[in-house]
């Protein structure tokens, strides 16, 4: 999926399935459908399938932020 077509199709406040690709001093990233987003401040295990909630969409900077549930 690219940037655009999750941003057109996704809102802030949606639960989404994604796969847990790297942790860093701030969190860890999760990827969704070919884009990645940040759960910030969640040390999760790598390769880790979680359910994740979307808290924000930057459209500008393509990028988003979710909370893992």
Known sequence: MSWSDFAARH???DVIEG???GVVPFG??????GVT???H?????VGSRVSARIL???QVGQRFSLAAE
């Open 11 to 13: 809102r802030p406040g």
């Open 19 to 21: 796969v847990v690709t």
């Open 28 to 33: 860890s990233w999760v990827e969704y459908a």
């Open 37 to 39: 987003g940040l759960a």
């Open 41 to 45: 401040r969640q040390t999760l295990p």
């Open 56 to 58: 924000d969409i930057d």
